[in-house]
Protein backbone atom coordinates (compact mmCIF):
# COMPACT_ATOMS: atom_id res chain seq x y z
CA UNK A 1 0.00 0.00 0.00
CA UNK A 2 1.50 3.67 -0.85
CA UNK A 3 1.38 6.35 2.15
CA UNK A 4 -0.59 8.98 1.69
CA UNK A 5 0.69 12.52 3.47
CA UNK A 6 -1.76 11.94 5.93
CA UNK A 7 -0.78 8.71 6.91
CA UNK A 8 2.30 6.11 8.58
CA UNK A 9 4.09 4.58 6.37
CA UNK A 10 2.06 1.24 6.95
CA UNK A 11 -0.97 3.03 6.42
CA UNK A 12 -1.94 3.98 10.25
CA UNK A 13 -3.17 6.90 10.99
CA UNK A 14 -0.07 8.79 13.48
CA UNK A 15 -0.16 12.04 16.18
CA UNK A 16 1.12 13.78 13.14
CA UNK A 17 -2.47 13.84 11.46
CA UNK A 18 -3.68 16.72 13.08
CA UNK A 19 -2.24 19.30 15.99
CA UNK A 20 -4.67 20.89 18.99
CA UNK A 21 -4.27 24.35 18.72
CA UNK A 22 -3.03 24.85 22.22
CA UNK A 23 0.40 22.94 21.18
CA UNK A 24 1.10 25.07 17.86
CA UNK A 25 -0.09 28.59 19.65
CA UNK A 26 2.14 27.16 23.13
CA UNK A 27 5.37 26.35 20.35
CA UNK A 28 4.85 29.77 18.20
CA UNK A 29 5.07 31.34 21.57
CA UNK A 30 7.97 29.92 22.99
CA UNK A 31 9.97 29.18 19.79
CA UNK A 32 11.28 32.78 19.54
CA UNK A 33 14.70 31.79 17.48
CA UNK A 34 14.48 29.80 14.26
CA UNK A 35 16.55 28.08 11.76
CA UNK A 36 15.39 28.47 8.01
CA UNK A 37 16.17 25.51 6.03
CA UNK A 38 15.93 25.95 2.56
CA UNK A 39 15.22 30.09 2.79
CA UNK A 40 15.42 31.75 -0.71
CA UNK A 41 16.47 35.06 -1.67
CA UNK A 42 13.62 35.08 -4.37
CA UNK A 43 10.96 37.60 -2.96
CA UNK A 44 8.21 34.86 -4.89
CA UNK A 45 9.59 31.72 -3.04
CA UNK A 46 7.04 30.77 0.17
CA UNK A 47 10.60 30.52 1.96
CA UNK A 48 11.22 34.06 1.46
CA UNK A 49 7.83 34.89 2.32
CA UNK A 50 7.33 33.12 5.73
CA UNK A 51 10.45 34.68 6.41
CA UNK A 52 9.81 37.72 5.88
CA UNK A 53 6.50 37.06 7.83
CA UNK A 54 8.30 35.89 10.56
CA UNK A 55 10.74 38.86 10.75
CA UNK A 56 8.30 41.38 11.14
CA UNK A 57 6.39 39.59 14.04
CA UNK A 58 9.56 39.51 16.10
CA UNK A 59 11.33 36.15 15.22
CA UNK A 60 14.58 35.87 15.17
CA UNK A 61 15.22 33.93 11.98
CA UNK A 62 18.34 32.32 10.49
CA UNK A 63 18.13 31.82 7.01
CA UNK A 64 20.24 28.50 5.97
CA UNK A 65 21.12 28.09 2.40
CA UNK A 66 24.53 26.94 1.34
CA UNK A 67 23.89 28.61 -1.88
CA UNK A 68 23.46 32.14 -0.50
CA UNK A 69 26.12 31.55 2.67
CA UNK A 70 27.69 35.17 3.80
CA UNK A 71 24.64 37.20 2.01
CA UNK A 72 21.68 38.46 3.64
CA UNK A 73 18.13 38.29 3.69
CA UNK A 74 16.03 40.67 5.35
CA UNK A 75 18.36 41.70 7.60
CA UNK A 76 19.80 38.12 8.87
CA UNK A 77 23.07 36.70 7.21
CA UNK A 78 22.58 33.33 5.72
CA UNK A 79 24.63 30.31 7.01
CA UNK A 80 25.51 27.27 5.20
CA UNK A 81 24.27 24.83 7.54
CA UNK A 82 23.32 24.10 11.10
CA UNK A 83 26.47 23.56 11.92
CA UNK A 84 27.29 26.91 10.95
CA UNK A 85 24.57 28.87 13.28
CA UNK A 86 27.42 29.17 16.16
CA UNK A 87 23.98 29.27 18.64
CA UNK A 88 21.68 27.52 19.90
CA UNK A 89 17.87 27.76 18.33
CA UNK A 90 14.41 26.64 19.53
CA UNK A 91 13.31 25.60 16.21
CA UNK A 92 14.55 23.74 13.00
CA UNK A 93 11.70 25.00 10.37
CA UNK A 94 12.46 22.31 7.04
CA UNK A 95 11.54 24.35 3.99
CA UNK A 96 13.05 21.25 1.53
CA UNK A 97 11.30 18.38 0.12
CA UNK A 98 10.55 14.99 2.26
CA UNK A 99 13.80 13.08 1.18
CA UNK A 100 15.72 15.92 2.35
CA UNK A 101 13.97 16.13 6.33
CA UNK A 102 15.52 12.91 7.53
CA UNK A 103 19.24 14.17 6.63
CA UNK A 104 18.29 17.52 7.81
CA UNK A 105 16.94 16.31 11.12
CA UNK A 106 19.76 14.09 11.70
CA UNK A 107 21.89 17.44 11.17
CA UNK A 108 19.62 19.01 13.82
CA UNK A 109 19.91 16.32 16.19
CA UNK A 110 23.74 16.40 16.00
CA UNK A 111 23.99 19.85 17.15
CA UNK A 112 25.37 20.75 20.80
CA UNK A 113 22.36 22.16 21.89
CA UNK A 114 19.07 20.14 20.16
CA UNK A 115 16.18 22.69 18.99
CA UNK A 116 13.03 21.93 21.19
CA UNK A 117 10.74 21.37 17.85
CA UNK A 118 11.56 20.56 14.53
CA UNK A 119 8.79 22.20 12.00
CA UNK A 120 8.66 20.36 8.43
CA UNK A 121 6.78 22.37 5.93
CA UNK A 122 3.61 22.00 3.96
CA UNK A 123 3.74 18.68 2.03
CA UNK A 124 7.21 17.74 3.94
CA UNK A 125 6.61 14.17 6.35
CA UNK A 126 9.07 11.95 7.28
CA UNK A 127 7.92 9.58 9.93
CA UNK A 128 11.01 7.63 10.15
CA UNK A 129 12.84 10.95 11.45
CA UNK A 130 9.98 12.63 12.87
CA UNK A 131 10.51 9.07 15.25
CA UNK A 132 14.01 9.61 16.25
CA UNK A 133 13.73 13.62 16.86
CA UNK A 134 10.83 13.09 19.43
CA UNK A 135 13.15 9.99 20.61
CA UNK A 136 15.27 12.83 21.59
CA UNK A 137 13.06 14.94 23.43
CA UNK A 138 12.18 17.14 20.35
CA UNK A 139 8.75 17.54 19.81
CA UNK A 140 7.66 17.30 15.57
CA UNK A 141 5.58 19.48 13.98
CA UNK A 142 4.76 18.32 9.54
CA UNK A 143 2.91 19.34 6.99
CA UNK A 144 2.11 22.79 8.33
CA UNK A 145 3.60 26.43 7.79
CA UNK A 146 4.32 28.16 11.30
CA UNK A 147 3.24 31.80 8.95
CA UNK A 148 -0.28 30.15 8.16
CA UNK A 149 -0.52 28.56 11.89
CA UNK A 150 0.32 32.20 13.24
CA UNK A 151 -1.73 33.91 10.91
CA UNK A 152 -4.95 31.66 11.76
CA UNK A 153 -4.49 31.62 15.60
CA UNK A 154 -3.87 35.66 15.34
CA UNK A 155 -7.04 36.14 13.52
CA UNK A 156 -5.21 37.70 10.56
CA UNK A 157 -6.04 34.47 8.42
CA UNK A 158 -9.66 35.41 9.15
CA UNK A 159 -9.52 39.04 7.37
CA UNK A 160 -9.32 37.17 4.09
CA UNK A 161 -12.64 35.13 4.64
CA UNK A 162 -10.52 32.03 5.65
CA UNK A 163 -12.01 30.36 8.18
CA UNK A 164 -9.92 29.88 10.95
CA UNK A 165 -11.69 28.07 13.40
CA UNK A 166 -11.04 30.72 15.66
CA UNK A 167 -13.88 33.32 17.42
CA UNK A 168 -12.58 36.39 18.36
CA UNK A 169 -14.12 39.58 19.14
CA UNK A 170 -10.63 41.62 19.15
CA UNK A 171 -10.73 44.40 16.48
CA UNK A 172 -7.43 44.64 14.59
CA UNK A 173 -5.87 47.83 14.88
CA UNK A 174 -4.36 49.87 11.91
CA UNK A 175 -0.43 49.33 12.14
CA UNK A 176 2.22 52.49 10.98
CA UNK A 177 2.75 50.29 7.98
CA UNK A 178 -0.80 50.46 6.95
CA UNK A 179 -1.19 46.91 7.25
CA UNK A 180 -3.31 45.47 10.17
CA UNK A 181 -1.87 42.52 12.64
CA UNK A 182 -2.92 40.62 15.23
CA UNK A 183 -0.72 38.31 17.70
CA UNK A 184 -0.91 35.13 19.00
CA UNK A 185 0.27 36.48 22.57
CA UNK A 186 -3.46 37.92 23.35
CA UNK A 187 -5.47 35.26 23.09
CA UNK A 188 -8.56 35.11 21.38
CA UNK A 189 -11.28 32.84 20.97
CA UNK A 190 -10.98 28.81 21.31
CA UNK A 191 -7.97 26.95 21.02
Known sequence: MMPTLDRAPEGLP????????????????????????????????????VLKYLRERGYDVVPVNPGLAGQEL?????????????????MVEIFRNSAAAGPIVDEALALPSLPKVI??????????AAARAEARGVQVIMNRCPKIEYGRLSGEIGWTGVNSRIISSRKPVLSTKGIQKLTIESRGGRG
Not at 74 to 90: H, Y
Not at 119 to 128: F, I, N, S, T, Y
Request: glycine fraction near 8%; hydrophobic fraction near 50%.
Open 74 to 90: LGATVVASLSDLGRPVD
Open 119 to 128: WMQLGVRDHA
Open 14 to 49: TAHDAYPDALIRGILKACRSIALIGASANPARPSWI
